[in-house]
Nanobody, 124 residues
Framework: QVQLVESGGGLVQAGGSLRLSCAAS????????MGWIRQAPGKEREFVAF????????GYADSVKGRFTISRDNAKSTVYLQMNSLKPEDTDVYYC?????????????????WGQGTQVTVSS
C-alpha cells in the first residue's frame, strides 16, 4: 500500500519560511518523479514544483520560481519543499504526489499517488 505523508505546514507571517516534507512508503521511491501541487477550497489544483527520479531537472511554477526549492533524498524516500519569502497568496493545502511518467510533470493527472495534504497559511 502506497503512502505519502506530508508534514511541516503551519501558520507563518508574510516573508517567512516553511519547509514541507513528504515521506513515501510502499513504493520504490527512486522509480518515481515527485511533485508538489497545491489547492485552495473551491479552486483548481495548481502545480508548484516537480523533481526527477535522480533529483535533477526541477521545474517550478512561475509564481514560486526563485522562492521555492524542491529536493529529494532517495535514501530516506522523502521529498522536500523549501518555501521562502512566503506571500498570503501562497496560502493553500499542499499535496505531494508521485509520478511514474517522464517529461514536464505539471499536470495533476500525470501523478498516480497523492498524500493527504498539509495546510500552509500565510498571514499578511
Amino acid at each position: 500500500q502506497v503512502q505519502l505523508v506530508e508534514s511541516g505546514g503551519g501558520l507563518v507571517q508574510a516573508g517567512g519560511s516553511l519547509r514541507l516534507s513528504c515521506a513515501a512508503s510502499g513504493l520504490t521511491f527512486s522509480d518515481y518523479a515527485m511533485g508538489w501541487i497545491r489547492q485552495a477550497p473551491g479552486k483548481e489544483r495548481e502545480f508548484v514544483a516537480f523533481i526527477t527520479r535522480s533529483g535533477g531537472g526541477p521545474g517550478y511554477a512561475d509564481s514560486v520560481k526563485g522562492r521555492f526549492t524542491i529536493s529529494r533524498d532517495n535514501a530516506k524516500s522523502t521529498v522536500y519543499l523549501q518555501m521562502n519569502s512566503l506571500k498570503p497568496e501562497d496560502t493553500d493545502v499542499y499535496y505531494c504526489a508521485a509520478s511514474p511518467n517522464y517529461g514536464l510533470l505539471v499536470l495533476a493527472m500525470q501523478y498516480d499517488y497523492w498524500g493527504q495534504g498539509t495546510q500552509v497559511t500565510v498571514s499578511s
